[in-house]
């Protein structure tokens, strides 16, 4: 069944290939058969651990060489002479979808491919960018080693085709390729490899999805779909072709599975927006503009291993811990917020204000952990490290904000010099 599966797609890439204008001929095939031969002795005694991790790729099974995805043409920004051989050393999803363009065009799609709008750009809604925190606050070397290394960045060119060692390595999920493509797809399939049993493993998604403001992966790994994964993944089967991994391989979803596999009636995505129906990560959570379609997608996944009133109930209770999120905690504290502003209590400028810090991570750590510890079944994140912490946050906002009151009150003018020699 695999290997049937396997073959048709095979066939599938080589009828797409030879109907389109740059149909190849024989002689071409074998020409370039050649030069990828020549890559591969002379690469297996310079850096044998790339030539070892295609042998043991699907790529080199299916006779996918380096020469098929380095290869470049003279007119390609990046195109670089090497060994008498045009090549480039980015292989950006344009490339790869000369093969697979249903994938490419659903990750284009993605809110994936947008991780960099952020990149050094005004702040359209004002201060609650993170943006200025990264360049401005901290600064552009540490923006480069953080930030940029998850979002992705602006990959430059340098002399003769090399990348800048400013702009390279880069593999965040949405750099932005010379040819004007966005995205890298070894932020999931790593080369040489390219494996399609790594992009399903919890720790892939979880090298970008941790830590204080969007940590999916300790969410993950607390409820019951973690602990099971934790104990049983050595007897799973990772291996199947996309889009026929299902239950018969394993008894609890990763996070590929309820974001992107086909499962059941769900059909395969590589577009991790199109099962979403709240924003959780912004500010205040508002309703996607498909939510209900893409609500009705993620359930086809729950129904697999769950009833139909189960998925309804865990809805339910989701949404109520929303809007008591934006109800109670985001919009009392955000009026407060644009009234000190108003006031003059404090300056346009972000981030040189003590309440500044302090609002921020309010809603962009605890308020973010609560609402992703309530929607990926991870009890503790939404309380101790979410709800609880919020409603000590607020109540030491507002102690901050009456104390800048009382200040003005007694005649001390623009608080923020104050503050910070305080
Ligand atoms: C005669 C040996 C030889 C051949 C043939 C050869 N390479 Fe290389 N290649 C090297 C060496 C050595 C390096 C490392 C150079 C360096 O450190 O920048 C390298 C580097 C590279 C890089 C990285 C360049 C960079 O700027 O990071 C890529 C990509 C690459 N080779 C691909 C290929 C491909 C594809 C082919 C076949 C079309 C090929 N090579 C043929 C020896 C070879
Ligand atoms: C399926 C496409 C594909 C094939 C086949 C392929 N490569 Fe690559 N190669 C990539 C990608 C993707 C990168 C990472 C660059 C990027 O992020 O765009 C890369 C990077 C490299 C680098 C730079 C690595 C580094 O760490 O500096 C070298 C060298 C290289 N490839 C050589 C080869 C050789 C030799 C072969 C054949 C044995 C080969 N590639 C086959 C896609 C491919
Ligand atoms: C010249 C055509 C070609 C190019 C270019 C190409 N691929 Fe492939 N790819 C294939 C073929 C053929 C297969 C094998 C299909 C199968 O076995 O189902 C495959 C299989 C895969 C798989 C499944 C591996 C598995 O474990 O089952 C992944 C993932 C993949 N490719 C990713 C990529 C990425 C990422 C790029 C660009 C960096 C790329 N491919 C470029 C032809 C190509
Ligand atoms: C460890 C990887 C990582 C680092 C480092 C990182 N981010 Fe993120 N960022 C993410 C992930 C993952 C998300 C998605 C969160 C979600 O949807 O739950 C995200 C979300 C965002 C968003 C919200 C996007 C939206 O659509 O709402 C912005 C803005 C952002 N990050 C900016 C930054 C800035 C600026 C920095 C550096 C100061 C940074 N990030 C550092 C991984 C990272
Ligand atoms: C290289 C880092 C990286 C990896 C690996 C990664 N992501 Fe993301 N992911 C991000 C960033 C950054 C964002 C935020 C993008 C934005 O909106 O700016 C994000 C956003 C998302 C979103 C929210 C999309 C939306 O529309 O708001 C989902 C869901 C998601 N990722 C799932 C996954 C899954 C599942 C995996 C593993 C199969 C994964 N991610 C692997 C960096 C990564
Ligand atoms: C966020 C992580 C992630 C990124 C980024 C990603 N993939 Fe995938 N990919 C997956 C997952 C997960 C699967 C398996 C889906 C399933 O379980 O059915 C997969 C499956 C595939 C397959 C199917 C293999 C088969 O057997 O049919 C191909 C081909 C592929 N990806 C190519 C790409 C290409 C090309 C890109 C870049 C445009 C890309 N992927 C980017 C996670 C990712
Ligand atoms: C049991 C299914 C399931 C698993 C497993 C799962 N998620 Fe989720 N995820 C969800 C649901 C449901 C939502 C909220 C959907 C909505 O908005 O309707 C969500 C939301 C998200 C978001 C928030 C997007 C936003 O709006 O900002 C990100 C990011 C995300 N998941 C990433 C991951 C990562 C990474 C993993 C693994 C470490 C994972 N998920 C595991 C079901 C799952
Ligand atoms: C591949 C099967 C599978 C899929 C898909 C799946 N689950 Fe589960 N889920 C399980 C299993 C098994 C358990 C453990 C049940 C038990 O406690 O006996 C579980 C437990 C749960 C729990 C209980 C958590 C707790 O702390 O006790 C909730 C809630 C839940 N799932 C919701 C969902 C939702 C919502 C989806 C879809 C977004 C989903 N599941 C998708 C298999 C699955």
Not at 43 to 70: L, T
């Amino acid at each position: 069944m695999m290997e049937r599966i396997r073959v048709l797609v095979f066939l599938g890439i080589f009828a797409a290939m030879s109907g389109s204008a740059a149909a190849q001929t024989a002689a071409d095939r074998a020409r370039e058969e050649k030069i990828a031969a020549k890559c591969v002795s002379c690469h297996a005694k310079e850096s044998p651990g790339i030539v070892n991790d295609w042998k043991a790729s699907q790529h080199a099974r299916a006779r996918v060489g380096c020469y098929d995805c380095h290869k470049a043409k003279k007119t390609d920004v990046d195109a670089q002479a090497h060994k008498d051989i045009l090549i480039s050393v980015v292989v950006s999803p344009k490339d790869c979808s000369r093969c697979h363009p249903k994938e490419e065009r659903e990750f284009s799609e993605s809110h994936h491919a947008k991780a960099t709008t952020f990149l050094r750009s005004e702040t359209p809604k004002g201060r609650i960018m993170d943006n200025v925190l990264g360049y401005k606050v901290e600064g552009a070397a540490a923006a480069r080693t953080g930030c940029e290394k998850c979002h992705g960045s602006k990959v430059e060119i340098g002399e003769n085709g090399t990348l800048t060692a400013a702009t390279w390595p880069n593999t965040g999920i949405g750099r932005i390729n010379p040819d004007g493509s966005k995205g890298a797809c070894t932020a999931c399939h790593t080369r040489h490899r390219f494996s399609v049993a790594e992009a399903r493993k919890p720790e892939t998604c979880g090298s970008c999805h941790l830590g204080p403001d969007h940590p999916q992966i300790e969410i993950y790994l607390e409820s019951k779909h973690g602990v099971i994964y934790t104990q049983e993944k050595d007897n799973w089967n990772w291996e199947i072709a996309g889009g026929h991994w299902d239950v018969q391989y394993y008894r609890a979803p990763t996070c590929a599975t309820c974001h992107m596999s086909g499962i059941g009636d769900a059909e395969v995505t590589h577009n991790v927006s199109s099962r979403l129906s709240w924003k959780l990560a912004p500010p205040r959570s508002e309703a996607r503009e498909n939510w209900k379609e893409n609500r009705e997608a993620m359930q086809k996944v729950c129904l697999n291993c769950h009833s139909v009133n189960w998925v309804k109930g865990f809805y339910q209770q989701g949404d109520d811990a929303i809007k008591l999120y934006n109800e109670k905690f985001f919009d009392p504290m955000n009026a407060e917020m644009e009234k000190l502003y108003e006031e003059g209590l404090l300056t346009k400028e972000q981030f040189d204000e003590e309440i500044e810090f302090k609002f921020f991570e309010y809603w962009h750590h605890e308020g973010r952990r609560a609402r992703m510890g309530v929607f990926m079944m991870g009890p503790d994140y939404a309380q101790w490290h979410g709800f609880y912490e919020l409603g000590r946050g607020k109540l030491e906002l507002l102690g901050m904000i009456r104390e800048l009151r009382e200040k003005k009150a007694n005649g001390h003018g623009s608080t923020s010099e104050e503050m910070r020699k305080k």
